[in-house]
Nanobody, 126 residues
């Protein structure tokens, strides 16, 4: 499985961006997909996850109510709609795939992920 993230850019605080993660390869629907981010000088952290079917989702507290993760299995794409962006959302955003996770989405850990996409940079200006 290969993942490709895109859609990052520069936006003012309060603005919106939509990130996309294209998933290539066999059995894409067998993977939980998560979004992570890494701010300058900080460790990579979990942001959001969506289950294999798309019915179950989970977010880190700091983005709840502002970010929405969704999945289009027909298009093999996972989206992260980011609204009301804040300067502290500035980071490189990565999508990743987890083959063995449970049916319901929950917090994901870096060492659980089997495949990673390249990052896409999001910069939120104040």
């Amino acid at each position: 499985v290969q993942l490709q993230a895109f859609g990052g850019g520069l936006v003012q605080a309060g603005g919106s961006l939509r990130l996309s993660c294209a998933v290539f390869g066999r059995n894409q629907r067998s993977y939980i997909i998560g979004w992570f981010r890494q701010a300058p000088g900080k460790e990579r952290e979990f942001v959001a996850a969506v289950s294999r079917s798309g019915a179950s989702i989970h977010y880190v507290d700091s983005v709840k109510g502002r970010f929405t993760i969704s999945r289009d299995n027909a298009e093999n794409t996972v989206y992260l709609q980011m609204n009301s962006l804040k300067p502290e959302d500035t980071a490189v955003y990565y999508c990743a795939a987890d083959r063995d996770g449970p049916a319901a989405a929950g917090s994901l850990y870096l060492n659980e992920m089997d495949y990673w996409g390249q990052g896409t940079e999001v910069t939120v200006s104040s």
